[in-house]
């Protein structure tokens, strides 16, 4: 299985602050297609998760253009520009290269 | 509007059986693939099975492949998933989750249920 790692595992932010997380994979998530296939979601508090990123760098439909997300191969990062109060939560990577999906630990951002 | 609606959880003795049900409504289901995803208490996300449009093609993670099964119902809009000989450990949230591409299962996730707790404890 693909081993997804993410730091750092919590992220206290001032809001109107940029903020990033990363994550790490054990083998290459690059395609043959040219795509990487690293998703990012968000679980705000008391919520189902909703998807942020898919395929290294697009965003889902409705996600606000603050956040973005980079990287390829092994190394991927999701970059908010300024952080609002309403982005709280625990954010994950996840690996769709290949069954079994897995998912990094997870980042909890607060409010500093 | 994509709606999924989970039903069926609840607390079980280990070893014994639950079926959980998830209504779909706001796509044409017949034409993604779903998955479920679950979430043990205070924990990361797990991701758990994944059925293709035709409901013939099928995957389960290691951790629940011979005891749970995936399969779902195009003409009732609904996706199941059949959990039989549970474990203390299987003891989570189990959402459900749609596939984002059309016609070919695409691996990520782009709606969620609501989620149903699944307590396995004696």
């Known amino acids: 299985d693909i081993v997804m790692t993410q730091s750092p595992v919590s992220l206290p932010v001032i809001p109107g602050e940029p903020a990033s997380i990363s994550c790490r994979s054990s083998?290459?998530?690059?395609?043959?297609?040219?795509?990487?296939?690293l998703d990012w979601y968000l679980q705000k508090p008391g919520q189902s998760p909703q998807l942020l990123i898919y395929?290294?760098?697009i965003r889902a439909s409705g996600v606000p253009d603050r956040f973005s997300g980079s990287g390829s191969g092994t190394d991927f990062t999701l970059k908010i520009s300024k952080v609002e109060a309403e982005d709280v939560g625990v954010y994950y990577c996840?690996?769709?290269?290949?069954?079994?999906?897995?998912f990094g630990q997870g980042t909890k951002m607060e409010i500093k | 509007q994509v709606h999924l609606v989970e039903s069926g959880g609840g607390v079980v003795q280990p070893g014994r059986s639950l079926r959980l049900s998830c209504v779909a409504s706001?796509?044409?289901?017949?034409?993604?693939?779903m998955h479920w995803v679950r979430q043990a208490p205070g924990k990361g996300l797990e991701w758990v099975a994944m059925?293709?449009?035709?409901?013939?093609?099928?995957n389960h993670a290691d951790s629940v492949k011979g005891r749970f099964t995936i399969s779902r119902d195009n003409m009732k809009n609904t996706l199941y998933l059949q959990m039989n000989h549970l474990r203390v450990e299987d003891t989570a949230i189990y959402y459900c989750?749609?596939?984002?591409?059309?016609?070919?299962?695409?691996?990520?996730?782009?709606?969620w249920g609501q989620g149903a707790l699944v307590t396995v404890s004696s």
């Open positions: 989750a749609k596939d984002r591409g059309p016609g070919m299962v695409e691996g990520d996730f782009d709606y």
């Open positions: 706001g796509f044409m289901f017949n034409q993604y693939g």
């Open positions: 059925i293709w449009i035709d409901g013939r093609n099928k």
């Open positions: 083998q290459s998530l690059l395609h043959r297609n040219g795509y990487n296939y």
């Open positions: 395929l290294g760098s």
């Open positions: 996840m690996q769709a290269l290949e069954t079994p999906m897995t």
